[in-house]
C-alpha cells in the first residue's frame, strides 16, 4: 500500500494606497505607498508525485499635479514580483518555501513660486526561499523574481528637482538526487534604499 500526500501553499497579500492633495496657491503635497507579503509553498511526502505553485502580484500607483508659475509635481510606484516551485519525487519528502516582503514609500512637499521644495523616497525587499529533499530520489526547483522602481521629479519657479530608485532581484534554488541523498539549499535577499533632497 502507498500513501500520497501532496501539500501545496498559495497566499498572496496586497495593500496599495496612493493619495494626492493640491492646494496651488499653497503648493502641492503628494503620498503614496504600497505594501506586499507573498508566500507559495510545494511540499512532498512519499508516494510518486508532482506538484506546481506559482504565485505574481503586479502594482503601479502614480499622480501628478500642476500650477501656477511652473509649479508641478509628479511620482509614480511600479513593483512586479513573481514566485514559481516545482517538485517531483518518488518516495521522497520535499519542501520548498518562499516568501517575499516589498514596500515603498514616497512624498512630495513642493512650495509654490520660489518657496521650497522636499521630496523622499524609501524602498524595502526582502526575499527567501529554502529548498530541502530526503529519503527517496526527486527534484525541487523554486525561482522568484522581484522588482520595485519608484520616481519623483518636481519644480516650481526656483527650479526642478528629480530622484528615482531601482531595485532589482532574481533568486534560483534547485535541488536533484537520488534515492538515500539528502539535500538542502537556499538564499536570502534584504535591500534597502533611501534618498530625500531639500530645496530652501
Do not use: R
Amino acid at each position: 500500500m502507498s500513501k500520497v500526500v501532496t501539500y501545496l501553499a498559495v497566499a498572496a497579500v496586497l495593500l496599495v494606497g496612493s493619495s494626492a492633495m493640491a492646494d496651488i496657491g499653497a503648493g502641492v503635497l503628494h503620498f503614496q505607498d504600497f505594501g506586499t507579503t507573498m508566500l507559495n509553498g510545494v511540499n512532498l511526502l512519499n508516494g510518486q508525485q508532482n506538484a506546481d505553485s506559482s504565485n505574481w502580484a503586479t502594482i503601479q500607483n502614480g499622480q501628478s499635479s500642476f500650477g501656477d508659475c511652473g509649479l508641478f509635481a509628479n511620482e509614480d510606484q511600479t513593483a512586479f514580483f513573481s514566485q514559481v516551485g516545482n517538485a517531483s519525487g518518488c518516495c521522497a519528502l520535499i519542501d520548498l518555501d518562499q516568501s517575499v516582503l516589498g514596500t515603498g514609500v514616497q512624498q512630495q512637499t513642493i512650495g509654490a513660486g520660489v518657496d521650497g521644495k522636499l521630496q523622499t523616497e524609501n524602498l524595502a525587499l526582502t526575499g527567501t526561499q529554502l529548498a530541502s529533499k530526503t529519503d527517496g530520489s526527486g527534484t525541487v526547483v523554486g525561482d522568484q523574481i522581484l522588482s520595485l522602481a519608484q520616481n519623483q521629479n518636481s519644480g516650481n519657479a526656483s527650479g526642478p528637482m528629480n530622484q528615482s530608485s531601482v531595485v532589482f532581484g532574481a533568486q534560483n534554488t534547485t535541488i536533484s538526487g537520488a534515492p538515500g541523498a539528502t539535500g538542502a539549499a537556499g538564499s536570502s535577499l534584504l535591500v534597502t534604499t533611501t534618498q530625500e533632497q531639500m530645496v530652501y
